[in-house]
């Protein structure tokens, strides 16, 4: 039976909660636990009811063998940034463009894509391109904001292409195949970083300004040092960094998409590659220590989130909340593409004040049914949903990429305003929602590699 007056309570409950600063995990706790203690009758019995799914739900997310794959991925990408390498191949990138308008951009660009196949934090590659790129860029001239919304936009690409964790957390909360998932995520991703590409070679070509060139010419009292610190890499170490990273996407990847070993087996093998990869550019055993502590203070949160976003999820579903939303969208009348608007302006409104793992945790277990009740293959409005609460990275007043670029960026040019990286982000945050408007018609974008792969 549907509880609708506490289900009412348990949502404006938390909305309030996050809205006057207590974390998400806190609150999915609290009201978790005001939710059992009701549903049950308020009585001394409901005190244990709420210490037994809190201990089962704990217990069950803890010891599930999947839930290894996010630190593990996390570490991967955490060695190889270490390393030094994606420094590399961005640098060699930009020498093999050097013919190209905007070759810096579309190297971050590229770099970010890269990296995104290595790593599966949007957040990483948003700090490691904050200070790789955005120096070379400003050095060249370019336009502060184009250069860090290109920074900020293109790092997006981090929670698409896999490994991503916003796959993972959704292959878990909805019990699909986590490498499917991976394999739904590549040609969307490269879809979006060819869009990416383009509309910044657009730019260059109609507002050169931007890139750095004054009335058709590059500033070239500055040129010959930029040039000079930007392509300081050798050929050599361009070939070996860039190889490395290959070797982990085929390594890694392949080996799950092939059913070598499970998604969790090939992370253990992507953090032993890219810890080898490390020392082989010079890690030493306090860079590794430092990984190791840095992804463990950041994976915790993650899973804890995990544990009481499932609690939520149970109490929810004790009083009945989802079936009836189901019900409500699945009996409305309205069109598929209607009721895929209404969950992606959700995931929009809820981008603008929360983080991007939270959105998922709070929806993706109740949109994603509703989804196949409709007629969307679970594969592709996994993608539809990632992209969508991607965006929201991209959405102000929160936008987690901004302020990490900002912060990243700070000792750099502390004078670059936060509303001047989100308005240079916004051209990003439109191409996304075209890529994700285009997988609602066409869902073959997203469902052609699984279906050959699997």
């Given amino acids: 039976m549907f509880e609708s007056n506490t289900a009412i309570l348990l949502i404006v409950s938390l909305v309030v909660l996050v809205a006057i600063g207590v974390h998400i995990a806190i609150a999915l706790g609290m009201t978790s636990a005001l939710g059992i203690f009701l549903v049950t009758g308020a009585d001394s019995y409901a005190f244990a009811t709420v210490q037994s799914m809190l201990a089962a739900t704990a217990y069950e997310a803890i010891r599930a063998y999947i839930f290894a794959v996010i630190p593990l991925f996390m570490l991967m990408g955490e060695f190889i940034g270490k390393s030094g390498v994606v420094t590399d191949v961005y640098r060699g990138i930009n020498r093999l463009l050097h013919r190209l308008p905007g070759r810096l951009a579309i190297a971050t660009i590229i770099g970010n894509a890269l990296f995104s196949f290595v790593t599966g934090v949007s957040i990483a590659s948003a700090a490691a391109f904050s200070r790789i790129a955005y120096p070379e860029m400003k050095r060249y001239g370019y336009h502060r904001g184009f250069a860090l919304g290109t920074v900020a936009g293109s790092s997006c690409l981090g929670m698409l292409i896999p490994p991503s964790v916003l796959m993972i957390v959704w292959g878990i909360l909805t019990e699909q195949s986590i490498g499917q998932i991976f394999a739904a995520g590549v040609i969307p991703g490269l879809l979006l970083a060819g869009m990416f590409m383009i509309y910044v070679l657009a730019a260059a070509v109609f507002r050169p300004s931007t890139v750095g060139f004054v009335d058709g010419q590059a500033p070239s009292a500055r040129d010959a040092e930029a040039m000079a610190d930007i392509e300081d890499v050798s050929t050599g170490q361009f070939l070996i960094s860039l190889a490395g990273i290959v070797t982990v996407i085929v390594a890694v990847l392949g080996g799950i998409w092939f059913g070598v070993f499970t998604p969790t087996e090939g992370a253990g093998a992507g953090a032993l590659i890219g810890l080898a990869l490390g020392i082989i550019k010079g890690m030493r055993l306090r860079d590794i220590i430092d990984s190791i502590l840095l992804v463990g203070r950041t994976s915790a949160p993650i899973l804890l989130l995990l544990v009481t976003a499932a609690l939520y999820s149970r109490t929810l579903a004790m009083t009945g909340l989802a079936n009836a939303i189901e019900g409500v969208f699945?009996?409305?009348?309205?069109?598929?593409?209607?009721?895929?608007?209404?969950?992606?302006?959700?995931?929009?409104?809820?981008?603008?004040?929360?983080?991007?793992?939270?959105?998922?945790?709070?929806?993706?277990?109740?949109?994603?049914?509703?989804?196949?009740?409709?007629?969307?293959?679970?594969?592709?409005?996994?993608?539809?949903?990632?992209?969508?609460?991607?965006?929201?990275?991209?959405?102000?007043?929160?936008?987690?990429?901004?302020?990490?670029?900002?912060?990243?960026?700070?000792?750099?040019?502390?004078?670059?305003?936060?509303?001047?990286?989100?308005?240079s982000s916004t051209p990003y945050w439109i191409i996304m929602l075209i890529c994700m408007v285009s997988i609602v018609i066409f869902p073959e974008i997203a469902t052609y590699l699984p279906r050959l792969l699997f």
């Fill in 330 to 423: 699945v009996d409305s009348g309205l069109e598929p593409w209607m009721v895929i608007s209404i969950m992606v302006g959700i995931w929009f409104a809820l981008g603008m004040v929360i983080d991007s793992i939270s959105i998922m945790l709070l929806t993706a277990a109740i949109f994603a049914p509703i989804a196949v009740k409709i007629g969307y293959d679970p594969i592709a409005f996994a993608i539809i949903g990632i992209i969508a609460i991607e965006a929201g990275l991209l959405t102000p007043p929160f936008g987690l990429l901004v302020y990490t670029v900002k912060a990243s960026i700070q000792e750099i040019d502390p004078d670059v305003s936060v509303m001047t990286i989100f308005k």
